[in-house]
């Protein structure tokens, strides 16, 4: 691990500017990414902005009936907490599928939303990978890929995004509100937030350098019932292989977002309208221009599968 200054931030305003103004600044708070990264030194900040003393470890009601969750408050408290475990149920199963306790119990919501893909090549730092560095190149393009993904990749980047929790709340349309380093607050929808990789598949999200998450606001409960099926390769302490977070009516009508198999979560609202008609048409419309590779085609009938899986639990509720 290369040497690094750091600090303690008074205030999200004060935490944006110093980052906006120091070169190769980091904000920290759990840690349970960054600190792994900075030891293989695939991150290498110069200085850490210490931000758990901010407040914004708290779930609070909006005045519409749905809940803000504090960027800092933790994974185990965000999946205990009987709100979000009544109307939120989706949530709270995607994060009690992530990780391990003691990682849950360090976790922010804010560090889940930004943490960074396991694609292999990624984390080999003699293998050129155009998210560590970009203009390298992509190893995993030819290379071993039966992890990564199927759909929304590019000629630069087949890697996924490694969360739960910001699978369901692509399913729950959730928002992500930020400040910057003039102290101005933005609102933006979990569907801008998080980038396909295109050309720059180092850029992973809308924010702007120095940008701070200051938390999580998830609209007015929906009702229906809520489902978090996640596949992988043992049952526990694995990233998803596929899987699905789903919103599903009594009509059958509803919402899903795939995990696993793309640069983002992975959710196409025109394919829910194909609902009542089964996994099958669902998964078409979810996953067409889908590009497998040969050690990843499977994803695409897993994916169906586990929505088939779903479905019928709906079904039979």
Same mark, same amino acid.
């Given at each position: 691990?290369?040497?690094?200054?750091?600090?303690?931030?008074?205030?999200?305003r004060?935490?944006?500017?110093?980052?906006?103004?120091?070169?190769?600044?980091?904000?920290?708070?759990?840690?349970?990414?960054?600190?792994?990264?900075?030891?293989l030194?695939?991150?290498?900040?110069?200085?850490?902005?210490?931000?758990?003393g901010?407040?914004?470890?708290?779930?609070? @009601?909006?005045?519409?009936g749905?809940?803000?969750i504090? =960027?800092l408050?933790?994974?185990?408290?965000l999946? =205990?907490?009987?709100?979000?475990?009544?109307?939120? #149920?989706?949530?709270?199963?995607?994060?009690?599928?992530?990780?391990?306790?003691?990682?849950?119990? @360090?976790?922010?919501?804010? #560090?889940?939303?930004?943490?960074?893909?396991?694609?292999?090549?990624?984390?080999d730092?003699?293998?050129?990978?155009?998210?560590?560095? !970009?203009?390298?190149?992509?190893?995993?393009?030819?290379?071993?890929?039966?992890?990564?993904a199927?759909?929304?990749?590019?000629?630069?980047?087949?890697?996924?995004?490694?969360?739960?929790?910001?699978?369901?709340?692509?399913?729950?349309?959730?928002?992500?509100?930020?400040?910057?380093?003039?102290?101005?607050?933005?609102?933006?929808?979990? =569907?801008?937030?998080?980038?396909? %990789?295109?050309?720059?598949p180092?850029?992973?999200?809308?924010?702007?350098?120095?940008?701070?998450?200051?938390?999580?606001?998830? !609209?007015?409960?929906?009702?229906?019932?809520?489902?978090?099926? @996640?596949?992988?390769?043992?049952?526990?302490?694995?990233f998803?292989?596929?899987s699905?977070?789903?919103?599903?009516?009594k009509?059958g009508?509803?919402?899903?977002?795939?995990?696993?198999?793309?640069?983002?979560?992975?959710?196409?609202? =025109?394919a829910?309208?194909?609902?009542?008609?089964?996994?099958?048409?669902?998964?078409?419309?979810?996953?067409?221009?889908a590009?497998?590779?040969?050690?990843?085609?499977? @994803?695409? %009938?897993?994916?169906?599968?586990?929505?088939?899986?779903?479905?019928?639990?709906?079904?039979?509720?």
């Amino acid at each position: 691990m290369r040497a690094f200054t750091y600090e303690r931030a008074d205030s999200a305003r004060d935490a944006a500017a110093r980052a906006a103004s120091t070169p190769g600044a980091k904000f920290i708070a759990g840690g349970t990414n960054l600190l792994d990264l900075m030891k293989l030194e695939i991150e290498t900040p110069r200085h850490l902005i210490d931000v758990n003393g901010l407040g914004f470890d708290r779930i609070e @009601k909006t005045g519409d009936g749905g809940l803000r969750i504090g =960027a800092l408050v933790r994974n185990t408290d965000l999946a =205990a907490d009987m709100r979000v475990r009544k109307d939120y #149920g989706v949530l709270s199963r995607a994060l009690l599928a992530g990780a391990s306790g003691q990682l849950r119990n @360090k976790a922010t919501t804010a #560090g889940n939303l930004l943490q960074r893909t396991r694609c292999p090549y990624f984390y080999d730092t003699n293998q050129p990978c155009n998210k560590r560095k !970009p203009g390298s190149g992509c190893a995993a393009i030819g290379g071993y890929s039966r992890q990564l993904a199927v759909i929304g990749s590019s000629e630069s980047c087949i890697a996924t995004h490694p969360s739960d929790m910001a699978v369901a709340l692509r399913a729950l349309d959730a928002t992500v509100e930020t400040v910057n380093a003039a102290g101005q607050a933005r609102a933006i929808p979990i =569907a801008d937030f998080h980038r396909l %990789p295109g050309d720059t598949p180092h850029i992973e999200t809308a924010l702007a350098p120095g940008e701070f998450i200051t938390g999580v606001t998830l !609209p007015k409960p929906m009702g229906g019932r809520h489902y978090y099926e @996640k596949v992988r390769d043992r049952a526990s302490y694995a990233f998803a292989l596929v899987s699905v977070a789903a919103v599903i009516h009594k009509d059958g009508t509803g919402r899903v977002a795939l995990g696993g198999v793309a640069h983002k979560p992975w959710r196409v609202e =025109a394919a829910e309208t194909a609902m009542p008609e089964g996994a099958r048409a669902v998964s078409a419309r979810l996953l067409a221009g889908a590009r497998p590779t040969h050690d990843n085609a499977f @994803k695409v %009938p897993l994916a169906e599968r586990a929505l088939a899986a779903v479905m019928m639990q709906a079904r039979t509720a």
